[in-house]
C-alpha cells in the first residue's frame, strides 16, 4: 500500500469517529435532558449519584458529565457496591430498558476512546 493509500483510509477512519463522536454527544445529551429526572428517581439513595447530582443544572456540559458518570456507576457497579456507595436495592429497581441505554452509552464511549488511541498511535508510528 501507498502512503497516500493510507492516508486517505487514516482521513477516513477520522471522520467516521468524529461523526460518531458527535452522534454520541448528541444521543447522551438527548437523554440527559429527557430522563435524567426518571433516572435520578431511581438512584435517590445512592450517595456516589447524589454526589454527581447538582451537575444536572450545569448546562450542557453538566448534564453531559452528569449521565457518563452514571452509565459508568450503572454499567461498572462492583467498585461502589463494595465501597457501599451504590444502592443494591436501587440498582436491582432499576429499570432494564434504561440500564441498557446506559451501558450501550458507556461501551460505545470505550470504543471510541480505544479507536481514538488506535489513531493517536497509528500516527505517531513513523513509517520511513
Same mark, same amino acid.
Given at each position: 500500500?501507498?502512503?497516500?493509500?493510507?492516508?486517505?483510509?487514516?482521513?477516513?477512519?477520522?471522520?467516521?469517529?468524529? $461523526? $460518531? $463522536?458527535?452522534?454520541?454527544?448528541?444521543?447522551?445529551?438527548?437523554?440527559?435532558?429527557?430522563?435524567?429526572?426518571?433516572?435520578?428517581?431511581?438512584?435517590?439513595?445512592?450517595?456516589?449519584?447524589?454526589?454527581?447530582?447538582?451537575?444536572?443544572?450545569?448546562?450542557?456540559?453538566?448534564?453531559?458529565?452528569?449521565?457518563?458518570?452514571?452509565?459508568?456507576?450503572?454499567?461498572?457497579?462492583?467498585?461502589?457496591?463494595?465501597?457501599?456507595?451504590?444502592?443494591?436495592?436501587?440498582?436491582?429497581?432499576?429499570? $432494564?430498558?434504561?440500564?441498557?441505554?446506559?451501558?450501550?452509552?458507556?461501551?460505545?464511549?470505550?470504543?471510541?476512546?480505544?479507536?481514538?488511541?488506535?489513531?493517536?498511535?497509528?500516527?505517531?508510528?513513523?513509517?520511513?
Amino acid at each position: 500500500m501507498s502512503q497516500k493509500t493510507v492516508d486517505a483510509l487514516l482521513v477516513g477512519i477520522g471522520v467516521l469517529y468524529f $461523526a $460518531a $463522536a458527535i452522534v454520541w454527544i448528541t444521543v447522551a445529551l438527548h437523554m440527559a435532558y429527557t430522563k435524567m429526572d426518571r433516572i435520578l428517581e431511581h438512584l435517590k439513595n445512592c450517595t456516589a449519584i447524589m454526589v454527581r447530582a447538582p451537575l444536572r443544572h450545569g448546562g450542557p456540559w453538566g448534564r453531559l458529565m452528569l449521565i457518563g458518570g452514571i452509565s459508568g456507576i450503572v454499567t461498572f457497579p462492583n467498585f461502589y457496591l463494595k465501597r457501599g456507595e451504590l444502592c443494591p436495592e436501587d440498582l436491582e429497581k432499576f429499570p $432494564a430498558n434504561l440500564k441498557r441505554k446506559l451501558a450501550v452509552l458507556q461501551w460505545t464511549l470505550l470504543g471510541l476512546l480505544f479507536v481514538m488511541c488506535c489513531l493517536a498511535a497509528i500516527a505517531n508510528f513513523d513509517l520511513a
